[in-house]
């Protein structure tokens, strides 16, 4: 772990209780932040949280709802009293309500909009005005490789594309203040949620893995450590003159 002074950068990753959330809390851990594991229920960043802590870290688990601004105001004013101003922020809490068109219910649309893009923005604005006083600041948001259209998507292809969008306006209005903001893109990444698209198709898991790695130059799919690993550069102070970018993490171009 890098040397850090007594008071460590803070970082607050949402959906932080598993998968690309769980292992990116670990990482920016292993970098020398302390770190606010966002998810629906605080019991369910327990785990994120003590692993951090028995690897020498500083964490705290907070319970919220990301689309409900008042538990997200109250999330992030609980993590700057308690663990110190936010310098980075990761918008990662995501959920999946898969169906083609004619099947899709508003609720689906609905619930998959308000995770990812209502969320994505109620946790921006809440933290933004402690960047902006410190003069510092990083956002990372999860897009998709399905932003660019997915078979049974049409919701979360529209939110992970809707988010490249939101984060390249950030970049403009907020880089004045030493914030920058960029967004990840993942492709296949071997997760809870792609375990539940297999059963939605009706594959095995294993299977779906394996089929999917045949079109991936690499020739394997992604796990949440590749993810996590991109995640770290843009939250470096490093990273400093990259800001509106998106990063394809998806082992090969596409199309």
Sequence with gaps: MTEQ????????????????????????????YAVAVVDLEESAGKDTVDAITAAGGRALAVGADVSDAGQVEAAVERIAAELGTPAVLVNNAGVLRDNLLFKMSESDWDTVMNVHLKGAFLMTRAVQKHMVDAGFGRVVNLSSSSAQGNRGQANYSAAKA????FTKTLAIELGKFGITANAVAPGFIATDMTAATAARVGMEFEAFKQAAATQIPVNRVGVPEDVANAISFFASEASGFVSGQVLYVAGGPLD
Excluded: E
């Design 162 to 165: 809707g988010l490249q969008g």
């Design 5 to 32: 002074s007594t008071s460590p950068r803070v970082a607050i990753v949402t959906g932080a209780a598993r998968g690309i959330g769980a292992a990116t809390a670990l990482r920016l851990a292993a970098d020398g």
